[in-house]
């Protein structure tokens, strides 16, 4: 068992937390998290960039004019990718960019992610993120005693005073423990846990 110190809001330590190995001490394979990271970056494109194909441009499809004696070249429709107003020739349509990432694949790089947070000594556990009122000063204020500026908070429970008090505050992001992610994990220099939602990421990502 890896042994984690519980500090409050003031930065003081106040106990100390077990952390499991098999959760929080996997060896790092960073094939697994570019996967995983690459799945969830496709996943959020929208892929509705389209584009009319002459089949859905509204035109008459008869012939512009007779084949022969008129001394032109020869046409077909207006609706001809060649033409002015004409339709689009392989022009992008509506796609699913999303990857297929097993379920497996995914819970092992969040071991991985939060492993390579303890390592490199960025992983703080907080025994209670309540704030009293939803004032950004004081949220503000409590991120700056950690001396941290790019961070990841992650509640147990919703907490509507730390969410609103850091909704402006560029750089943090407040997520409940279901949406744990190894994307945020990565991106943010630092990650916070709530102590209570230790456990709940332990059950869940147990091997």
């Known amino acids: 068992m890896t042994v984690s110190d519980v500090y409050n809001l003031q930065n003081e330590k106040v106990s100390e937390v077990e952390l499991r190995d098999d ?8 094939h697994v998290l570019h996967q995983v990271v690459m799945g969830q970056l496709a996943k959020r ?4 960039a389209a584009s009319k194909t002459r089949a859905a441009v509204k035109c008459s499809g008869s012939k512009l004019w007779r084949q022969k004696g008129t001394g032109r070249a020869r046409v077909g429709s207006g609706s001809s990718p060649t033409r002015k107003g004409g339709g689009v020739a392989f022009g992008p349509s509506p796609r699913d960019y999303s990857q297929k990432v097993p379920k ?14 303890i390592q490199s000594n960025r992983l703080i556990i907080v025994d209670d993120f309540s704030l009293p009122e939803i004032k950004t000063k004081n949220f ?8 941290v500026k790019k961070a990841l908070l992650v509640t147990n429970d919703k907490s509507e005073n ?7 505050v560029p750089l943090m992001k407040v997520m409940r423990y279901q949406g744990l992610n ?22 869940a990502l147990v091997p």
Request: hydrophobic share 40%.
């Open 140 to 147: 503000v204020g409590t991120m700056s005693g950690f001396d």
């Open 23 to 30: 959760i929080f001490g996997v060896p790092i394979k960073k």
């Open 162 to 168: 730390l969410e609103k008090s850091s909704k402006n």
């Open 45 to 48: 494109r929208s892929g509705t």
């Open 182 to 203: 190894v994307y945020d994990i990565l991106r943010y220099d630092h990650l916070f846990l709530e102590q209570p939602a230790v456990k709940k990421i332990e059950e």
């Open 104 to 117: 497996r694949v995914r819970k092992a790089a969040l071991r991985m992610a939060l492993t390579d947070k």
